[in-house]
């Protein structure tokens, strides 16, 4: 069940007209053609979100409670276009973000019971900001902001880790945060340029000579680590670095890899450093990461996974989202 093309162009109309003038068009597609299996594979997808949220407006698998995974369910449907107010999907986006939002501490804006689920919840509550007519989202949004801006400014390395009050730092909880804080900044919440630089520069001191990621230091580097750290240089438009190209480089080496452990975070993160890094590369990858995501998806419409299947879902469908293009932060 799609948005029917005049919905859809109005819903993205009305983003156009509710985006900050730094924000990025949303309708740079030109003639850009989608692959009908994408389609498909998108659209079962989300029906089968749509079917298995219950009526609290979250999802009833292993980790399809935490506010962090309903935040990848709300923007796997935003990231398709789907009209969150008069679209056959709006009370899905609605009730998962009144989910999020009856998360939220009252004292401190903090989300959830991890920094990964406040920066997923964090970045949900950014695209819905501004084209949804809810009227608790923008203070929301703001509470969660600073709960991340002033997490930050207690960590001795400048970045973050699993709670508001972590000390040390690692790669992936700090891209979690930096590219929520993008997504904030594209609907006209501010954020420090400060803030942004004491992140990047933490993030750069985890990167190997060879141009890797590691976890909490420059030794161990990873592709998914690579593309988080990748991503967030290229959302602060700092490409022309050394570093940056040697990691571009060390993730083109690496377009068969695919994480074990998480591998919808990879999917995730790879699909999105690709796009803002190289059109060629990404369309190489984007035509395998289809191909591969075809044959692993669920009769249902689900996808497999250890942390249960509406995250597995949702980060699947995100990382075929960068082809509709229909959120800022996946515009170049």
């Not at 730094?22 to 079917?51: C, M, S, V």
């Not at 609290?56 to 009209?83: I, M, N, Q, R, T």
């Not at 900001?129 to 509470?143: C, F, W």
């Not at 602060?236 to 060390?250: C, M, P, V």
Request: charged share 20%; with cysteine.
């Amino acid at each position: 069940m799609k948005t029917p093309f005049f919905s859809k162009w109005l819903f993205a109309f009305f983003l156009l007209l509710n985006l900050p003038v730094h924000a990025q068009g949303l309708l740079n597609r030109q003639d850009d053609k989608i692959p009908a299996q994408l389609d498909l594979i998108y659209e079962r997808g989300l029906r089968y979100l749509a079917d298995k949220q219950n009526e609290e407006g979250y999802w009833s698998d292993s980790a399809g409670s935490e506010p962090g995974v309903v935040g990848l369910c709300v923007a796997a449907f935003l990231a398709h276009g789907e009209d969150p107010n008069n679209g056959p999907y709006k009370e899905v986006i609605r009730k998962g973000i009144d989910y999020i939002i009856s998360k939220q501490s009252t004292t401190n804006g903090y989300i959830g019971s991890s920094m990964y689920n406040h920066a997923f919840a964090t970045k949900a509550l950014a695209e819905a900001y501004g084209v949804i007519d809810h009227p608790k989202i923008a203070e929301a949004l703001k509470q969660a902001v600073e709960l991340i801006l002033s997490a930050q400014k207690r960590n001795r390395f400048g970045g973050w880790r699993y709670t508001p009050e972590s000390r040390d730092a690692d790669t992936t909880c700090t891209g979690c945060q930096v590219v929520s804080l993008f997504a904030a900044r594209n609907a006209g919440i501010s954020v420090p340029d400060e803030a942004i630089k004491k992140a990047l520069s933490y993030l750069s001191s985890c990167r190997g000579s060879d141009g890797a990621y590691g976890y909490t230091s420059a030794a161990g580097g990873k592709p998914t680590l690579t593309a988080i750290g990748s991503l967030s240089l290229s959302l602060a438009k700092e490409t022309d670095s050394k570093g940056y190209k040697a990691s571009l480089a060390y993730l083109k080496k690496n377009l068969d890899y695919r994480d074990r452990y998480y591998p919808y975070y990879y999917e995730y993160y790879m699909s999105q450093a690709l796009f803002h890094a190289d059109e060629e590369t990404w369309n190489e990858w984007n035509l395998r990461n289809i191909r591969y995501l075809g044959t692993i998806q669920s009769p249902d419409g689900s996808f497999p996974g250890n942390q249960g299947q509406a995250f597995s879902t949702a980060g699947a469908l995100l990382s075929l989202a960068l082809n509709y293009r229909y959120l800022p932060i996946y515009e170049k």
